[in-house]
Each structure stands twice: as structure tokens, then as C-alpha cells.
């Protein structure tokens, strides 16, 4: 079981930057490929990016590619998603997940999710 808990969300201008956190509990959080989705209201869900077990590995979403870079410090059970030159496309509720499988781009393989954290880009 992993506990998920996102944080660093808020209120920004176009042209700004974020940096999320989501902090995973449990002493196995190498052993899980970690995602970020984002969710815009009346909207599905849509995938922004994952990283592998180790961190070699990442996968972008179309719109947030050369944009969004996701980190993860196994040491510190935590996995980061840094957001520049934010639009106001990108305002969701964001959610942190993991896979116990290799890294994964689909939400359906995602077991453990977060509660998620507001984004909002004001024009």
C-alpha cells in the first residue's frame, strides 16, 4: 500500500512557474513507476507525464512536453513536477499515482493515487 500526498499547488500567472511535490509513504517507493495527471472541470482526465523506478526514464503529455519536467529523490520518498511557462489551458486539479509496473503512460495502470492539488493560470 502507498500513500500519496500532493502539494505546491496555487494560483499563477500565464508565463509562471510551479513546482508539485507528492510525498509517498511506505520504504518501497523505488519499486513504483510514479505519474502525474491532471483533470480540468467537465474534462477527463489527461496524462502529463511519468518516471521510471530509477529515474532514467520520463514520458510527456503532448501539451505540457518541453514545458514540464517530473523528478523523483527515492531518498526522500518524493517525486516532483516542475511547470514553466504555464497557460491557462493548464489549470486542473493535479494528481500524483503509482504503478507498482514498469513505468506506465495510461491511468488504468496506476494503483495509488493522491488526493490531488489545485493548479489555476490566470491570463
Known amino acids: 500500500q502507498v500513500q500519496l500526498v500532493e502539494s505546491g499547488g496555487g494560483l499563477v500567472q500565464a508565463g509562471g512557474s510551479l513546482r508539485l511535490s507528492c510525498a509517498a509513504s511506505?520504504?518501497?517507493?523505488?519499486?513504483?513507476?510514479m505519474g502525474w495527471f491532471r483533470q480540468a472541470p467537465g474534462m477527463e482526465r489527461e496524462f502529463v507525464a511519468a518516471?521510471?523506478?530509477?529515474?532514467?526514464?520520463?514520458y510527456y503529455g503532448d501539451s505540457v512536453k518541453g514545458r514540464f519536467t517530473i523528478s523523483r529523490d527515492n531518498a526522500k520518498n518524493t517525486v516532483y513536477l516542475q511547470m514553466h511557462s504555464l497557460k491557462p489551458e493548464d489549470t486542473a486539479v493535479y494528481y500524483c499515482?503509482?504503478?507498482?509496473?514498469?513505468?506506465?503512460?495510461?491511468?488504468?495502470?496506476?494503483?495509488?493515487w493522491g488526493q490531488g492539488t489545485q493548479v489555476t493560470v490566470s491570463s
Open positions: 511506505g520504504r518501497t517507493f523505488s519499486q513504483y513507476a
Open positions: 518516471i521510471s523506478r530509477g529515474g532514467s526514464t520520463a
Open positions: 499515482a503509482a504503478t507498482p509496473r514498469i513505468i506506465r503512460t495510461l491511468e488504468s495502470f496506476f494503483d495509488y
